[in-house]
């Protein structure tokens, strides 16, 4: 990135519509963003989470300049604790592009997961019935080979502990994106092509576009979750959901010595409400089956209640903005499905960017938001299904309970329904 006052012309969207074809930009357009320091890039990446992180590695790659905005510090993206699962194909779509070699030297491998219902154990295995697998890389190891491969081995812009960040100009011929320097407390400006809004369900790219361009479809669970960490071996080789009228529990393996937990829980509970002793006599009750062996304890080292919703923004580009992962939509982590989602839209979005930076080509943009909706959406129905299969038990509504039991039970009495359910599971069919 070079300081540039008077910037050459580069590739536009029209005024006429939000998601217009690109066409040449004139000489000397104006700009709404506020006076200060300018400099000029191609692309602004705002967030540097692993959608943010993923689409500037794709840039970097490909010789197109790019700068990563990012509010907090490097030290506490590669410690926030995440979502744990990636998808196969998501593994082999970062492999394809250089991205994985760490999480393919230290990740394991899942093949199958247990249900525990009615007392008793069913293993499921749907990398047997798919030919794919999960692939167990927490999201901070993640986030720290993509800050590593982008800025230590590519030498890329990004910037950490930015304040004040605002998005300007994007239904027009000259974005731009501003912010507060965290050293020098001084205004910058970072005129631009295109703006990638990486930066989650709080950040600011969501709001730069009006509510008149974009509707948000919502759905809540009615319950919450109650998050943990333990460190704790793994009680079990893979992962266990359990079905229980008392609540839902799972158990999910993040690393030898750590181990993820689930507790169903009220929506907005205290996390305080849940000493050591009652979490682990809970997780002892709502995981027993006959033949599991005993769950190992240990300190839990984090605990928060997560109030299970989903979102969905229509349409995820606006003029020159383009968001991804979280700023566009969440999915609850009842299917894992979120940081593959992040994934599927920043592999979208960074060829889409190279393509249209590199050769002027503009369809991958204008096709972005379409593209990436239609496997949200998949998504955002499986979680809701699986939802009441997982927590039809614990509704206290006995229509439900029998259904999400009749579901359950069909998962492993049809091979039809077995194989449907293992590819919506897996993502089977998806290739980036």
């Known amino acids: 990135m070079t300081s540039d006052t008077t910037p050459t012309p580069s590739p536009a969207v029209s005024k006429r519509s939000p998601t217009a074809t690109p066409t040449p930009l004139p000489a000397h357009a104006p700009s709404a963003a506020p006076a200060g320091a300018r400099h000029?890039?191609?692309?602004?990446?705002?967030?540097?989470?692993?959608?943010?992180?993923?689409?500037?590695?794709?840039?970097?790659?490909?010789?197109?300049?790019?700068?990563?905005?990012?509010a907090e510090s490097r030290a506490f993206i590669e410690q926030r604790p995440r979502a744990g699962f990636l998808e196969e194909w998501a593994v082999r779509a970062l492999e394809r592009r250089g991205l994985a070699d760490g999480l393919l030297e230290r990740a394991h491998a899942h093949h199958e997961f247990e249900f525990r219902f009615a007392g008793g154990r069913r293993r499921f295995p749907y990398g047997e019935l798919s030919g794919r697998r999960h692939f167990v890389y927490p999201q901070p190891l993640l986030v720290t080979d993509l800050v590593r491969a982008y800025a230590d081995d590519k030498g890329g812009d990004i910037r950490f502990g930015v304040r004040d960040v605002d998005v300007h100009g994007v239904d027009g011929d000259r974005p731009s994106v501003a912010y507060t320097d965290p050293d020098t407390g001084r205004r910058e400006r970072i005129d631009c092509d295109a703006v990638a809004g990486c930066d989650g369900a709080r950040g600011v790219s969501r709001r730069a576009i009006p509510p008149e361009h974009a509707t948000v479809a919502r759905h809540d669970y009615g319950i919450g979750w109650l998050a943990l960490l333990a460190e704790a071996p793994p009680s079990s080789d893979c992962v266990v959901f359990g079905v229980h009228p008392d609540g839902f529990a799972a158990h999910?393996?993040?690393?030898?010595?750590?181990?993820?937990?689930?507790?169903?829980?009220?929506?907005?509970?205290?996390?305080?409400?849940?000493?050591?002793e009652r979490v682990w006599s809970e997780l002892h009750h709502r995981l027993a089956a006959d033949g599991a062996p005993p769950l190992?304890?240990?300190?839990?080292?984090e605990k928060r209640v997560l109030d299970m919703h989903n979102y969905v923004v229509e349409h995820m580009s606006y003029g020159r903005l383009h968001l991804a992962g979280d700023a566009a939509h969440l999915a609850a982590p009842i299917a894992a499905k979120g940081m593959n989602l992040a994934l599927y839209d920043a592999l979208l979005l960074g060829d889409a960017l190279v393509a249209y930076c590199a050769k002027g080509e503009t369809r991958?943009?204008?096709?972005?938001?379409?593209?990436?909706?239609?496997?949200?959406?998949?998504?955002?129905?499986?979680?809701?299904?699986?939802?009441?299969?997982?927590?039809?038990a614990s509704s206290g509504d006995p229509f439900r309970a029998g259904a999400a039991d009749a579901r359950l039970r069909r998962i492993f009495d049809s091979p039809a329904a077995a194989a449907a359910f293992a590819e919506l599971y897996i993502g089977k069919g998806i290739d980036c």
């Open 252 to 276: 999910m393996a993040r690393s030898p010595q750590v181990t993820r937990y689930y507790l169903e829980c009220p929506p907005g509970d205290d996390p305080g409400n849940w000493s050591h």
């Open 296 to 301: 190992n304890e240990g300190r839990l080292i």
């Open 40 to 70: 000029r890039t191609r692309v602004v990446v705002v967030g540097a989470g692993p959608a943010g992180l993923t689409v500037a590695n794709i840039l970097r790659a490909a010789s197109v300049d790019c700068v990563v905005l990012e």
């Open 364 to 392: 991958g943009l204008r096709d972005y938001s379409a593209a990436c909706l239609r496997q949200v959406w998949q998504y955002q129905e499986f979680s809701q299904w699986l939802s009441e299969v997982m927590h039809g």
